[in-house]
């Protein structure tokens, strides 16, 4: 199953141990010190006495745009009336490969150059990539250079054993994990998901975690995700269970993570050559939440997507989805409310309304390009925000693409008290930009 352009793989290859040493061996690594864990991880790895196989690649993405604010923004000393913004990711990947085990390591170095000063005052925007994850426990990001505009790191986002013991397929480390259907806005996917629309979606930041899956039926899985936070507190565990029902693909979830219980369930298939997809999950509300914005409960907040896609013409598909979250505001003056809350803050609730329609087109011009066109209409105050992306293929192992972001909406004003919003998307930058990703 693909999610957010991330492919979660199977554990095909794997290493036979019982299961209450392999249990006993996650718990271990959970609890001791984290850079102890990862030394030990990879020491028990590198030898274990088998035949394998090593794959060393790297991969770039370099990414480029120009950002252009609502005026109010540069008036109130927020941010700059303009902004050019250069960020380069190279990944160097390294796989092993055994009969017993499967082992992935990947290490990420960025550099990233913005015109305005004190970038890290306020997060980047959707242009720049990086990980909003909160679900990296163990400590492995480092800064090697830093100036008001310019900053290099590197953070290793992967790394992870795969092996089996008995009927269990068992994960163990930093990893991708996605959960839903992730059509532009996800709702299921609450520990790592991308920004709506996000185009660098190649690769999703890990999170430290441990996975146990197993067989259920002729098609099912049931798997259990326990995923742990530098706050202990924050940490999660999930279970999840897959299969498929009349032509359905199904998954219910269920768990609690960021000191909170949830619910919820993902659906996509086909009738009639209309793809149908959608996910509910009803969360519990805490009382870091904020004020109530409104909703069915006081104590439980909703938050459901559905969507349909159709070919209207040879490789030339539509779709359009509406949104709904209890947690977002229901009126113009609660946005900046809804912002300042809990879930927004940490960042597995994406957008500060409370209900959306989005409207999609996506059509091949030729063998080795395709246009798309994404757009979001903010049903509480009328704003919109259009994204157009132009694709090309220039080798079986590189890509570039050419997009934009245009809004519509009241914009900031300036006021003696600060900024006052007037609508969301109104708020937001116009700009374009190009990223170009190449795979060695």
């Known amino acids: 199953m693909v999610k957010n352009g991330h492919s979660e793989e199977s554990s095909d290859e794997a290493i036979h141990l019982p ?7 996650g718990l271990c690594l959970l609890h001791m010190p984290r850079r102890v864990a990862v030394a030990l991880l990879l020491c028990i790895v590198f030898v274990l006495p088998c035949p394998a196989a090593d794959d060393l690649n790297f991969a770039t993405r370099q990414i480029a745009n120009f950002s252009d604010y609502p005026r109010a923004f540069e008036d109130t000393g ?11 990711l190279t990944r160097v990947i390294h796989h092993r490969r055994s009969d017993r085990y499967r082992l992935k390591i990947e290490l990420e170095l960025t550099s990233l150059y913005s015109s305005r000063e004190h970038q890290n005052a306020i997060p980047a925007g959707w242009q720049v990539a990086g990980s909003r994850s909160g679900y990296k426990a163990i400590k492995t990001d ?3 250079s830093y100036t008001d505009r310019w900053q290099s790191r590197s953070e290793l986002e992967r790394c992870e054993i795969a092996f089996t013991a008995g009927e269990f397929d068992i994960q163990l480390g930093r990893q991708p994990i996605s959960f839903g259907t992730s059509h532009f806005v996800p709702v299921l996917d609450v520990l790592a998901p991308f920004n709506p629309g996000y185009l660098d979606s190649t690769y999703k930041p890990g999170v430290d975690a441990l996975r146990i899956r197993k067989v259920a039926g002729t098609t099912g899985e049931m798997e259990l995700i326990a995923a742990a936070a530098r706050d ?3 940490s999660a565990v999930i279970g999840r269970y897959r299969d498929t029902f009349s032509g359905f693909d199904v998954e219910a979830l269920a768990g609690r993570f960021r000191r909170r219980n949830f619910f919820g369930i993902g659906w996509e298939g086909e009738r009639r050559r209309i793809n149908i997809w959608g996910e509910a999950a009803i969360f519990e509300r805490n009382s870091s939440d904020g004020r109530h914005l409104g909703g069915f409960s006081d104590d439980l907040a909703g938050s459901w997507s559905l969507g349909f896609e159709k070919s209207i013409a040879k490789h030339w598909r539509v779709g359009i989805a509406g949104l709904h979250q209890d947690f977002g505001a229901r009126k113009v003056g609660d946005l900046t409310q809804a912002y300042a809350s809990t879930p927004f803050r940490q960042g597995w609730m994406q957008l500060g309304a409370s209900d959306y329609l ?3 087109s996506n059509r091949e011009i030729g063998p080795l390009s395709s246009v798309n066109l994404n757009a979001m209409i903010n049903l509480v105050d009328n704003s919109t925000l259009w ?3 132009w694709k090309i293929n220039t080798s079986d192992e590189s890509d570039i693409s050419f997009f934009a972001w245009f809004k519509t909406g009241r914009s900031p004003a300036s006021r003696p008290t600060g900024l006052e919003l007037r609508s969301e998307f109104g708020a937001f930058a116009s700009g374009i930009g190009m990223l170009y990703s190449h795979f060695y």
């Open 19 to 25: 299961m209450g040493l392999a249990s006993e061996l």
């Open 78 to 88: 927020l941010l700059p009336g303009r902004e050019y913004a250069l960020q380069s």
């Open 142 to 144: 480092a800064r090697h």
């Open 232 to 234: 202990s507190e924050d």
């Open 358 to 360: 989005i409207v999609s």
């Open 387 to 389: 994204q157009p992306v």
